[in-house]
């Protein structure tokens, strides 16, 4: 018999919250169909979380519990060089997102949503963003300095680049489930990401 955990009623409203924001966006999703959704009442949500935007918040700092930090605490305790490190950090994300698909989606979906907007949510969300990409770009300044990475790359741009490109497949994976999935898109992103940066075929790494 498989044990499943209760969840508790904040989790069951982020759950449904990560769903519908999804699903509608952050402005389409209304505080009723969340608490709807969750099976809950209206006053349970303000046991948990002021407004919308504190319940958006939270789901935003699951993303950087779960994702970030984890990330960065698995490449940094698989060691290596700067070329391991980016291939581990590629391993983290693909199986981060096929564990937690709607958590990824919600932040490449609320992030277009909130670019521009002025709004809290989106310097928060750009908060967020900055260590990743900060994250990387050091990775890659390691690189150079080792003699992996090519020297005239601007790292902080080619950060940027690395989690559009991240963020834009996921959204591309989902809406073409029927003709790929996480593992070839693994292979091939490995291989772009990783040929690009040394400057030279990498034999094989297709294949792996």
Request: hydrophobic share 40%; with cysteine.
């Amino acid at each position: 018999m498989t044990y499943q955990k209760k969840l508790t009623s904040s989790e069951k409203i982020l759950k449904s919250a990560t769903k519908l924001f999804v699903k509608k966006g952050y402005n389409g999703a209304s505080v009723a169909g969340i608490m709807k959704a969750a099976g809950l009442t209206r006053g349970t949500l303000y046991c948990h979380f002021k407004t919308k935007e504190h319940l958006a918040r939270e789901i935003i700092k699951l993303f950087e519990e779960n994702f970030f930090k984890k990330m960065v605490a698995f490449v940094e305790k698989e060691g290596g060089s700067s070329f391991n490190k980016i291939e581990n950090m590629i391993r983290f994300d693909i199986r981060f997102a096929g564990e937690n698909p709607e958590l990824c989606h919600f932040m490449t979906l609320i992030s277009a949503e909130m670019c521009g907007s002025g709004e809290r949510l989106e310097q928060y969300l750009k908060s967020v963003y900055k260590k990743w990409r900060d994250f990387i770009a050091g990775i890659l300044d390691e690189g150079k300095k080792s003699g992996e990475v090519q020297r005239g790359i601007d790292s902080p741009v080619l950060a940027l680049i690395i989690m559009g490109v991240h963020d834009g497949v996921l959204l591309h994976l989902k809406m073409n489930r029927d003709i790929t999935d996480l593992s070839s898109y693994t292979r091939y992103f490995r291989y772009l990401l990783l040929y690009g940066i040394k400057g030279q075929e990498l034999a094989g790494v297709i294949e792996k």
